[in-house]
């Protein structure tokens, strides 16, 4: 029997949970260090670089002194809360990383608490000791206090603490004694983590995780509870409805290193993946097909907020995209509830569009921005938070929303938030900067973030996270200004532009195309504001003095998706195409719109 260890890694977004891993991996000799091209490899994927945010759970194991440790990257965003529950199922400990200056953050409380209630043995890594005005010994109070705080065992509040800088490639017991290597985490982790409890039985094992391969289709990984899998074994697939489908294992494969290795049988304590059962969902278990036994099935958290999909019907549809139709938007968001927990998909009223439910609007922006890159081309609606009714009362999601930022701007941002129905629950002074906490609905945070940092230079840092559901708030107001629509279909002239700059802020370039109907700026008062873009000069051969003066424009306002989809009213779409993001107005035609506003 190999020893192992099944460890789960936990962090803020940006705390150093990556870097730590590929370190790690160095460590574990997977890849030369000639080869350090290979660094990130665990966000391997495109948005995850660009953003710095891990969105997909993934497995890679290491060898290390006849020990085979798995390690599980876990999502550090609580909008990706399903991934996190299905992770956390598979390990026995975890690894807690903090950056020693900014401490534990509210998103790291959220992996945390399900960490705890799960029973899971923490060890703490302080990480970023290198920084200037770090403060590590605050920090591990500080982590003792949240621990305490989440109701941690005594086992639990036993914490071994590890300090160290990722980016530097040391880890040591005492943080003003650096080390030569990381190896103190992966000793810590052979010492402190429990090894997998060895059950024997009849074969039992959760379905937590999925791959897909285009040769073997969709592939099941988990943690194998009790008993042994082996090659050609028939099984029994118990699913979250109860019934139950006869199967047979095509092959096993367990996580070496970054890839996969295939094997004849696997053991109750490891992870591995299965091949060729067919029909499978997440929290599926897969057991004896005599006497099949159930484990219970994963709790995911509710959806909190929904957007309105459809396909794209604007004067520029199919120029850029290659799936413009509706039966591939669709198929594309069958395929995505296959593996994305936390998402639903109902059919709208009219054909041709449908509602999605996510966990907020980073969640579903992670969505709608990877179909873009594929090459979809497709129409999103105003973010909409769901409403509940118990007991004839209203309820809607309520979040715990933290801004950290310079005293300076703290009264302005604390004005806003309290407008949009936040309630203070606490302001600290920390070097020089004022911790804020509220606790804020949902539907108060859509648009927030684009204004907190406008308000302060930049300088805030926001985090959220969802409560419960509480009584409805009342009204909120929403961006007072109207839009700036386009009134021709055309090229846009800076002429033109320059003669309307006293109206509004553009969002567009000189020599862009548009059309009727799109909106092309934000109006400095309130109401929309159709004007015409396409306008050129007259060309006379009369020259005046003054009349030749060069155009002076200011810069267009660029969104992006996220600051896209929080801008938009209800009558408004974002229009999403591989090289666009363009809003326009649901009803394009002006007179058309007069016609439904009158009614």
Request: proline share 5%; with cysteine; aromatic share 6%.
């Amino acid at each position: 029997m190999q020893k192992i260890r099944n460890i789960a890694i936990i962090a803020h977004v940006d705390h150093g949970k990556t870097t730590l891993v590929d370190k790690m991996l160095l460590a574990g000799k997977l890849f030369r260090d000639d080869k350090a091209d290979l660094d990130q490899f665990l966000d391997s994927n495109d948005l995850e670089r660009e953003r710095g945010i891990t969105i997909l759970a993934k497995n890679v194991s290491i060898n290390y002194k006849d020990y085979k440790i798995n390690i599980i990257d876990t999502p550090g965003h609580a909008d990706f809360g399903g991934e996190v529950e299905r992770v956390l199922n598979m390990a026995d400990g975890v690894l807690l990383l903090v950056d020693a200056f900014e401490g534990p953050m509210p998103q790291t409380r959220f992996v945390l608490q399900k960490a705890i209630s799960l029973g899971k043995k923490p060890i703490v890594v302080i990480n970023k000791v290198d920084k200037p005005n770090c403060r590590p010994e605050e920090v591990q109070e500080m982590v003792f206090d949240l621990m305490f705080a989440l109701d941690a065992s005594e086992d639990q509040l036993d914490f071994a603490t590890i300090y160290g800088s990722a980016k530097q490639g040391w880890m040591s017991d005492d943080w003003k004694n650096p080390s030569e290597n990381i190896l103190p985490v992966l000793d810590a982790i052979i010492e402190y983590i429990p090894e997998p409890t060895v059950i024997e039985g009849s074969p039992q094992m959760q379905i937590t995780s999925l791959d897909y391969s285009n040769y073997l289709g969709r592939i099941a990984v988990g943690r194998v509870h009790r008993g042994e899998l082996k090659e050609g074994m028939d099984i029994a697939l118990c699913k979250r409805d109860g019934t139950v489908v006869k199967s047979r294992i095509k092959e096993l494969n367990v996580f070496t290193g970054l890839g996969r290795t295939k094997v004849s049988s696997v053991k109750s304590g490891d992870i591995c993946a299965v091949i060729g059962i067919e029909g499978f969902e997440i929290g599926d278990t897969i057991t004896d097909p005599e006497a099949p036994e159930p484990l219970a099935p994963i709790a995911i958290d509710e959806p909190t907020m929904s957007m309105l999909f459809t396909i794209n019907d604007s004067p520029f549809y199919g120029k850029d995209g290659k799936y413009v139709t509706s039966r591939h938007i669709y198929e594309r968001l069958m395929r995505e509830l296959d593996k994305n927990l936390a998402l639903r998909v109902l059919p709208s009223e009219s054909s041709d569009a449908w509602i999605v439910y996510g966990r907020g609007v980073l969640h579903l922006s992670v969505l709608i921005e990877t179909m873009r890159r594929e090459g979809y081309e497709l129409q999103v609606g105003q973010p909409q938070v769901i409403i509940k009714q118990k007991e004839g009362v209203k309820l809607e999601p309520v979040e715990q929303l933290t801004i950290n930022l310079p005293e300076e701007f703290s009264s302005r941002i604390i004005d806003m938030v309290t407008k949009r129905k936040g309630e203070m629950q606490s302001m600290e002074r920390k070097n020089d900067r004022i911790h804020l906490e509220f606790i804020i609905p949902s539907r108060g945070i859509i648009g927030l973030t684009n204004n907190v940092l406008t308000a302060s230079a930049g300088e805030a840092i926001m985090a959220h996270r969802f409560l419960e559901y509480q009584p409805w708030k009342g009204e909120i107001e929403k961006r007072q200004n109207g839009s700036i629509i386009a009134m021709e279909t055309g090229n846009a002239f800076a002429y033109a532009l320059d003669k309307l700059q006293d109206r509004g802020k553009f969002f567009i370039y000189p020599q862009t195309d548009i059309y009727a109907g799109q909106i092309v700026g934000e109006h400095t008062k309130e109401g929309d504001l159709v004007v015409n873009v396409t306008k050129s000069k007259k060309l006379t051969n009369v020259r005046a003095s003054g009349s030749d003066d060069k155009v002076k424009l200011a810069p267009p306002i660029i969104f992006s998706l996220e600051q896209a989809l929080e801008y938009i009213k209800e009558d408004e779409y974002v229009e999403v195409t591989p090289n666009a993001i363009r809003l326009r107005k649901i009803i394009l035609d002006e007179n058309e719109r007069k016609r439904q506003n009158k009614k």
